[in-house]
């Protein structure tokens, strides 16, 4: 699995757009680009994923440049309650998948009010 | 209506103790994997099994051993514990015949070796 890059931490004005960066520059064609984040103390907590299309759901936008060498997760409202450790992990689905997560330092989001 | 649950939520225990930690989930899944996430908060896979199978074992000294009794369940038994143990274990589960389904995560097993 590709390894990912993200910056130790970043901050954000509550009710604003968070925009978190990841640099995964060795990606492989089947591997997926997959979102977590671990609240204080809480389990970490599936957010989004993507392949190559951008991505949407109810928490949050998935953004994947065209090359797939980065990507970028978007919070489009952060609230106090977003800040936690946000994960971006690369995986694949071909039949030799574990399903392991290899998780990284994480960008710590602390969300201002 | 927990979908990953653990137990013990806390364990503090000394030093050379034999202890057990056990997972559940309710989500029907076919596969289970164990975490641990150090002081320095690194999360990192120890095991993990498919239909009671074991499918990975990473680099964890051999007082660790996983059981699971079957697919609903994955117990971790550490015998001899020491003070590097002392950390959070995290259990989760999902199921590798949808490839891309997500895994989800217990609340944590927070192990205290004095």
């Known amino acids: 699995d590709a390894k990912t890059t993200q910056p130790p931490s970043m901050d954000c004005a509550e009710g604003r757009a968070a925009n978190l960066p990841c640099n995964h520059s060795t990606i492989s064609g089947n591997e997926y680009v997959y979102w977590y984040r671990q609240i204080h103390s809480q389990g970490p907590q599936y957010i989004i994923h993507g392949l190559k299309n951008n991505e949407t759901n109810e928490m949050a936008s998935l953004i994947i440049t065209e090359d797939r060498k980065s990507s970028t997760l978007i919070l489009p409202h952060a609230t106090l309650r977003d800040t936690a450790v946000y994960y971006c992990?690369?995986?694949?689905?071909?039949?030799?998948?574990?399903?392991?997560?290899?998780f990284g330092q994480g960008t710590t989001l602390q969300v201002k009010p | 209506d927990t979908a990953v649950s653990q137990t013990p939520k806390y364990l503090v225990t000394q030093m050379g103790n034999d202890k057990s930690i056990k997972c559940e989930q309710n989500l029907g899944h076919d596969t289970m994997y164990w975490y641990k996430q150090d002081s320095k908060k690194f999360l990192k896979i120890m095991f993990s099994y498919n239909n009671k199978e074991l499918i990975i074992n990473e680099t964890v000294p051999n007082r660790f051993s996983p059981k699971s009794p079957d697919k609903a369940h994955l117990n971790l038994h550490i015998n001899s514990l020491e003070l590097g143990d002392s950390a959070v274990y995290f259990c989760?589960?999902?199921?590798?015949?949808?490839?891309?389904?997500?895994?989800?995560f217990g609340p944590g097993t927070r192990l205290l070796v004095l």
């Open positions: 992990i690369v995986r694949g689905h071909g039949s030799s998948n574990t399903g392991k997560l290899i």
């Open positions: 989760a589960s999902n199921s590798l015949r949808r490839a891309r389904e997500t895994q989800y």
